[in-house]
């Protein structure tokens, strides 16, 4: 088997990227697409440790499913709040929602 | 005997009625505050029965002390112990009558003074709740209840003084009383916290054998006794708190009956009174309650001889009577202080209602605009000349008797000279108050309209006036063993009440030292005729030999005045400087300063808030990342 550390930097380098989507796009949809990424990371992160560290125990694999449906539900969530900002300002970039300032 | 607290309850329980309600009840509610008044008199007379041991086996035996406690708020199991508690002896057994009798008449004159009064009902409220809180106090078992009692007659004084409170100077003097007396009341407050402090209780039995086993420090607990009677100097209007009682006549002339004549004035008396084995054993608190009298005595019989307002003439006569009971408790001789105290409250009562009486019927207080009254009101004549005449020590009226014990015990336990300064002020007495019955009553009117108006007042008024001018005479027979047997006593009043230090003595009438009391006494009223019979020229040209001497006394030593510079400058001064420091430091820099730092904080921090989402999103990773280093650097 390949070490650990292998899945473990994969997961961290799958998250950073997700992170970086998440601050730096503009554009909703992409953010959203960064979240999956970050959550697939995470994902990947406990189906290793499960894999790895004791076989009998496999919660690692069954919060992974869970991190699954989450997901799809939440991102049914997001795309709907996404159209209702389209529908307002025209424009799907998140810097348009800015009216509650100082 | 364990009810004896019913008797305070029912003045209270007529104070909330009538305080509350007496716009409902028929007359204002004055017929309830008679009747409570009257049952209070007749539950004292079952309290002397009991204190006879009358209802143990149907005849009189001696009294001892009836002692009840009861506990209320307990901190720190013993530490501080707060109870109601009542002491029931035989000085108990003085001022029970005095307050409730007295009481009694004032009520029933008040009806007559004060008809058609506007708040009517509440001057009864207010006397009511004045002899609830008195009675109280005078049963009370620990010190820290006589100071709530304490507390209580000085509000009710307060409310009565500033019954006309539409006029300014009334107003001025119930302030005046009140803080005169309070000021007294922190030395009362620091000298109950002192032997609290040793003793580790308020009870006053305790406190005094704690006194007698020699648990004190001399030093401390002579501090203490002085602050004790720095209350009774104040309450008691004694030099140097004696400011208030003069201007207290602005009140209704009742109230200056019953509160500043009989029954408050005394509260201080009897406070020392009851801690007079204490002062026993410190005898240098003692001699400052001696000298504080005696000087007190004859500063006010001066002020006396030239004020010509009628009350206020009283209101010295008080002071400086109450001076001659300090006097008295000063040698250790509690049976003199307090028969004194139960003559001058009858007699001292009468003058006051007589003068009251007066002023009724001519609205004049002046004796510069009086005169000649005897035609017209004959009954408060005589009632008042008995009064006077008794305040003066003639022979064999009441106050003879009691003022002839207290010089006889001067005499034997004190230093001669202050036994000489107290006859010079028992002759005083006798000029002065000759002077006010000549000027008030006799010679010609001086004034017509006044003399017009003046009619006999109402027997409701003049009733009371003939029961207390009897009492005036009677009353100081009580001194005898015989008469002290036929009213159930084991004897005179020197058996019954006593320090034990003193012993009960029998009263022995000392022939020849009666008989100097009685000449000072009688060449007292043979000067005031003198000079002041007629047209009282011999007394108009004493007051142009040495007018600076007139107007000392005038103005009262000038003492009113020290005082108010001491308050201008002292305590405005002070006054001054703390409230700049609210004004600057507390308000500027506190309040204010703090509100200003956070607004700036504020002013500076909203930029924060920018609404762009990545900014937020951005704060959310930030935060996380932080809390991951502190995460694993704890670990």
Do not use: C
């Amino acid at each position: 088997m390949i070490p650990l550390e292998n899945f473990l930097i994969l997961s961290a380098i799958l998250f950073a990227t997700g992170l970086y989507g998440v601050l730096a796009r503009r554009s909703a949809i992409l953010i959203l697409m960064s979240v999956e990424l970050m959550l697939a990371a995470v994902s990947i992160n406990f189906i290793a440790f499960a894999s790895y560290l004791d076989g009998d125990a496999f919660s690692g694999l069954i919060f992974a499913l869970f991190v699954i449906t989450v997901a799809a539900a939440e991102v049914g969530l997001a795309l709907g709040i996404v159209l209702r900002l389209f529908r307002e300002r025209q424009t799907a970039y998140v810097d348009s929602a800015d009216s509650m300032k100082w | 005997m364990e009810q004896v607290w019913i008797l305070p309850a029912i003045p209270f329980a007529t104070f909330l009625v009538l305080g509350l309600f007496n716009r409902f009840i028929p007359r204002r509610g004055d017929g309830l505050a008679v009747l409570g008044m009257a049952a209070v008199v007749v539950l004292v007379g079952v309290v002397l029965a009991d204190f006879q041991n009358f209802f143990v086996d149907g005849i009189f035996t001696p009294g001892g002390e009836h002692a009840y406690a009861e506990e209320w708020v307990d901190i720190g199991q013993g530490f501080f112990l707060i109870e109601f508690s009542t002491y029931v002896d035989s000085v108990t057994m003085v001022m029970l009558p005095v307050v409730s009798f007295v009481a009694l008449m004032v009520l029933v004159y008040s009806i007559g003074y004060m008809k058609g009064e506007q708040r009517y009902g509440w001057y009864f409220a207010a006397l009511s709740l004045f002899v609830s809180a008195m009675l109280l106090l005078v049963i009370s078992g620990n010190l820290l209840q006589l100071y709530l009692a304490w507390e209580g007659v000085g509000l009710a004084s307060y409310l009565l003084i500033g019954f006309y409170w539409e006029r300014q100077a009334a107003a001025e003097a119930a302030k005046k009383a009140f803080i005169t007396t309070r000021i007294g009341d922190v030395g009362l407050l620091i000298g109950i916290i002192l032997l609290w402090r040793v003793t580790g209780s308020f009870d006053i039995q305790e406190i005094i054998h704690a006194a007698q086993e020699g648990v004190f420090d001399q030093t401390y607990l002579t501090v203490a006794m002085i602050f004790l009677f720095a209350g009774a100097a104040g309450k008691s209007a004694q030099f140097p708190f004696h400011v208030w009682l003069p201007d207290a006549m602005e009140g209704p002339t009742p109230v200056s009956a019953l509160i500043h004549a009989a029954t408050m004035v005394v509260a201080g008396v009897y406070l020392v009174a009851r801690m007079l084995p204490v002062y026993d054993e410190v005898l240098i608190a003692r001699d400052v309650v001696l000298y504080t009298g005696l000087l007190t005595a004859l500063m006010a019989a001066t002020m006396g001889l030239v004020a010509t307002d009628i009350k206020r003439v009283l209101a010295f006569s008080t002071v400086s009577q109450l001076g001659f009971m300090f006097v008295a408790l000063g040698v250790g001789a509690l049976t003199a202080a307090m028969f004194h105290l139960f003559t001058h409250a009858f007699f001292k009562s009468l003058l006051f209602l007589g003068s009251g009486s007066v002023i009724h019927a001519t609205d004049e207080q002046e004796v510069q605009e009086l005169g000649g009254l005897r035609k017209k009101m004959p009954v408060t004549t005589i009632t008042f000349t008995i009064g006077s005449l008794a305040l003066a020590g003639l022979p064999f009226l009441a106050g003879f008797w009691s003022k002839d014990e207290i010089l006889h015990d001067l005499q034997k336990h004190g230093p001669m000279w202050a036994y000489v300064v107290l006859a010079a002020t028992a002759a005083l007495t006798a000029i002065y108050t000759t002077r006010v019955v000549l000027l008030t009553f006799f010679g010609k009117p001086k004034n017509q309209q006044a003399y017009d108006r003046a009619h006999e007042s109402p027997p409701i008024m003049t009733v009371p006036l003939m029961i207390l001018a009897a009492l005036a005479i009677v009353a100081g027979f009580v001194t005898y063993t015989g008469v002290g047997e036929a009213l159930g006593f084991v004897g005179g009043i020197g058996e019954v009440v006593y320090l034990p230090a003193e012993g009960a003595h029998r009263f022995e009438l000392d022939w020849a030292f009666a008989a100097g009391a009685s000449a000072t006494a009688v060449a007292g009223v043979v000067i005031g005729v003198a000079y002041w019979w007629g047209d009282a020229k011999r007394a108009a040209a004493a007051r142009n030999w040495a007018p600076e001497l007139h107007q000392l006394f005038a103005r009262r030593y000038y003492i009113d005045e020290l005082y108010q510079a001491v308050i201008n400058n002292v305590v405005m001064g002070a006054s001054r400087v703390v409230a700049w420091f609210d004004k600057k430091v507390v308000n500027e820099t506190g309040v204010d300063g703090a509100t200003q730092f956070i607004g700036f904080l504020g002013y500076r921090l909203k930029f924060l808030q920018t609404g762009r989402i990545p900014n937020y999103a951005l704060g959310m990773a930030l935060g996380v990342a932080a809390l991951a280093v502190v995460a694993i650097g704890t670990t």
